[in-house]
């Protein structure tokens, strides 16, 4: 079973959804046969490679809310992530431009399947949301990511040219073909979209159902053994 998400790194329900979405898969018992493939969106494409000033302010201006309730937003989303076990650090924060942090995940997934691109993912996400790191900074995404197993020679030489830029537009082309307009948003195989960072049990019914749907229960009767060792049509009632 394929699941494929549209997340960008500088987003906290990202992080949120991709921790909900592993308590999900870990209590899947198929999990072993799933195929988990980050997708590339970006919530700014025009970014600047750091956004300077306060980020309180710059979120009270996007939203239209004063800057006393842009934290008040912070704060929430700080408890949010902590009961999903996660340390938010808004104030350290210093997100940016996120296109060459897509490259690599790309990257990621060319040289180690999506086991070390779910490790590059989850790399990124720290660094933004806990560690105060400059995300679109490019020697600061070699080092992250080489943190994570990827080769920081093949990363730099990534940054240097073009590569890997097709396929993030291309994610962003089929985000738009589903109508995806935020993120996260899960895709079970190419059939359920799930949006939003959903309860891990929710994201765990999801599964089941599309799990079912491809595998349907095939009834055997074991070599030498009967039909009739079962109750059917009311026989064996008490």
């Not at 996007?62 to 902590?82: N, S």
Request: proline share 5%; aromatic share 8%.
């Amino acid at each position: 079973m394929k699941v494929e998400i549209w997340s960008d790194v500088v987003c906290p329900w990202c992080a949120i959804g991709r921790q909900r979405f592993r308590s999900a898969l870990a209590a899947f018992p198929h999990r072993e046969e799933v195929e988990v493939r980050w997708r590339s969106f970006e919530l700014d494409p025009t970014a600047p490679r750091e956004h300077p000033g306060d980020r309180n302010r710059r979120i009270a201006d996007k939203v239209g809310v004063g800057v006393e309730q842009a934290r008040t937003m912070h704060a929430q989303m700080t408890a949010t992530a902590a009961a999903d076990g996660l340390d938010f650090r808004f104030d350290d924060t210093r997100d940016g431009n996120t296109f060459d942090a897509h490259r690599l995940l790309h990257l990621a997934f060319a040289s180690g399947g999506g086991a070390l691109q779910d490790a590059v993912k989850e790399r990124l996400l720290r660094a933004t949301f806990t560690e105060g790191e400059p995300i679109g900074d490019p020697e600061t995404l070699v080092r992250l990511v080489a943190e994570a197993g990827v080769d920081a020679d093949e990363a730099r030489a990534v940054l240097a040219g073009d590569r890997y830029a097709a396929e993030v537009r291309e994610d962003e082309a089929q985000a738009r073909r589903y109508g995806i307009s935020g993120v996260p948003f899960f895709v079970i195989d190419e059939t359920y979209g799930v949006s939003g960072a959903q309860p891990a049990e929710a994201l765990r019914e999801v599964l089941d159902k599309a799990w079912a749907e491809t595998h349907p229960l095939q009834v055997l009767t074991p070599a030498g053994g009967s039909d009739d060792a079962a109750c059917a049509d009311g026989s064996c009632s008490i």
